[in-house]
């Protein structure tokens, strides 16, 4: 079945190489599943080679533990090693049919490197932002064919959440729409095709949960009281180690969307954004498990 407001398939263009613009946790990881599931190279880019090289050490890692679990054989790892790329020069995008950002989640960021990227191009190549609540068509702005533009919205873990937002602005073309579907299905996600509103749809419902989580806390309810209150919703992971994973930073900037857009409906939280700073919620051994509040 279509999912609703999908185009036809036929219109979806052939991906034969992947660009990736950010090289952090968010990137790689689905730096690691387009290679895996489209089998074809994958070049990353980062600000510096530090950055890049961190995120092709954890592609490797990842790689080397799917060896190591049996899931893919040594011929695979070989190959999928192979395949992925880092570079620090944008030249090297110039075959790419798909780039796909995760940069800092800050408007201007995103069009500045999109409008960077776009110089090294083909005009056909179609854009993606894994951004998490930023309006995807002002992201385009800068772009001269914004119309290739959407919104390829990723969960934390990448390699186990089956969701992805495809998000639609009002310019992009039923093409890039339609590759944007079909890439998510040889990604084997599940897609749905979200509006271009703060928030999209899924986080729309975390920044509930979590903002009245962290309300709770503001309030003086204990960590360890909200987690318990939590409970009978059978979350996978408990409101604040779910913070964690996302990263403080992140959730932070989606409680502040989403309170900026909504103010009469979400919680900004200024003590998220303090914790946010200092950099982190809970005390964590030396193997990073965490220990308590
Ligand atoms: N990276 C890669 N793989 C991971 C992983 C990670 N960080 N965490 C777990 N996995 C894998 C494990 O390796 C395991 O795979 P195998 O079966 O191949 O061994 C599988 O996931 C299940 O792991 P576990 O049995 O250890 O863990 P679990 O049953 O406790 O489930 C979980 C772990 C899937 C992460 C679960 O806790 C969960 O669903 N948590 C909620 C996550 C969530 O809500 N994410 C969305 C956040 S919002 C966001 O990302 C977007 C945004 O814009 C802010």
Same mark, same amino acid.
């Given at each position: 079945?279509?999912?609703?407001?999908?185009?036809?398939?036929?219109?979806?263009?052939?991906?034969?190489? !992947?660009g990736? %613009? /950010? @090289?952090g &946790?968010?990137?790689?990881?689905?730096?690691?599943? $387009?290679?895996?599931?489209?089998? #074809?190279?994958?070049?990353?880019?980062?600000?510096?080679?530090?950055?890049?090289d961190?995120?092709?050490?954890?592609?490797?890692?990842?790689?080397?533990?799917?060896?190591?679990?049996?899931?893919?054989?040594?011929?695979?790892?070989n190959?999928?090693?192979?395949?992925v790329?880092?570079?620090?020069?944008?030249?090297?995008?110039?075959?790419?049919?798909?780039?796909?950002?995760?940069?800092?989640?800050?408007?201007g960021?995103?069009?500045?490197?999109?409008?960077?990227?776009?110089?090294?191009i083909?005009?056909?190549?179609?854009?993606?932002?894994?951004?998490s609540?930023l309006? !995807?068509?002002? %992201? /385009? @702005?800068? &772009?001269?064919?914004?119309e290739?533009?959407?919104? $390829?919205?990723?969960?934390?873990? #990448?390699?186990?959440?089956?969701?992805?937002?495809?998000v639609?602005?009002?310019?992009?073309?039923?093409?890039?729409?339609?590759?944007?579907?079909?890439?998510?299905?040889?990604?084997?996600?599940?897609?749905?095709?979200?509006?271009?509103?703060p928030?999209?749809?899924?986080?729309?419902?975390?920044a509930?949960v979590?903002?009245?989580?962290?309300h709770?806390?503001e309030?003086?309810?204990?960590?360890?009281?909200?987690?318990?209150?939590?409970?009978?919703?059978?979350?996978?992971?408990?409101p604040?180690?779910?913070?964690?994973?996302v990263?403080?930073?992140?959730g932070?900037h989606v409680?502040?969307?989403?309170?900026?857009?909504?103010?009469?409906?979400?919680?900004?939280?200024?003590?998220?954004?303090?914790?946010?700073?200092?950099?982190?919620?809970?005390?964590k051994?030396?193997?990073?498990?965490?220990?308590?509040?």
């Amino acid at each position: 079945k279509r999912p609703a407001g999908a185009p036809d398939k036929e219109l979806a263009q052939k991906v034969t190489q !992947v660009g990736v %613009i /950010g @090289a952090g &946790l968010m990137a790689s990881q689905f730096a690691l599943l $387009f290679v895996r599931r489209l089998q #074809v190279p994958v070049v990353i880019t980062d600000l510096d080679q530090s950055r890049v090289d961190k995120g092709l050490a954890y592609i490797h890692g990842e790689i080397a533990e799917l060896l190591a679990k049996g899931r893919i054989d040594s011929d695979e790892a070989n190959r999928l090693t192979a395949l992925v790329t880092g570079t620090t020069d944008k030249a090297d995008f110039a075959d790419c049919d798909w780039v796909i950002e995760a940069v800092f989640e800050e408007l201007g960021v995103k069009q500045d490197v999109f409008a960077d990227v776009e110089q090294y191009i083909s005009p056909e190549a179609i854009l993606a932002t894994n951004t998490s609540s930023l309006s !995807v068509e002002q %992201i /385009g @702005a800068k &772009l001269k064919n914004p119309e290739r533009l959407v919104g $390829f919205h990723f969960f934390n873990p #990448v390699a186990v959440m089956p969701l992805i937002e495809v998000v639609r602005t009002s310019k992009t073309t039923d093409a890039a729409l339609s590759t944007a579907m079909v890439t998510a299905a040889k990604l084997r996600k599940n897609a749905i095709i979200t509006r271009d509103t703060p928030g999209f749809v899924v986080n729309r419902v975390l920044a509930k949960v979590l903002g009245e989580a962290m309300h709770g806390v503001e309030q003086g309810m204990s960590f360890e009281d909200v987690v318990e209150a939590a409970r009978p919703f059978g979350l996978p992971m408990d409101p604040f180690v779910l913070l964690d994973l996302v990263g403080l930073k992140v959730g932070a900037h989606v409680l502040d969307t989403h309170h900026s857009a909504f103010p009469e409906r979400f919680f900004d939280s200024p003590a998220l954004h303090e914790l946010a700073e200092y950099g982190a919620i809970f005390e964590k051994d030396s193997a990073g498990k965490i220990k308590g509040y």
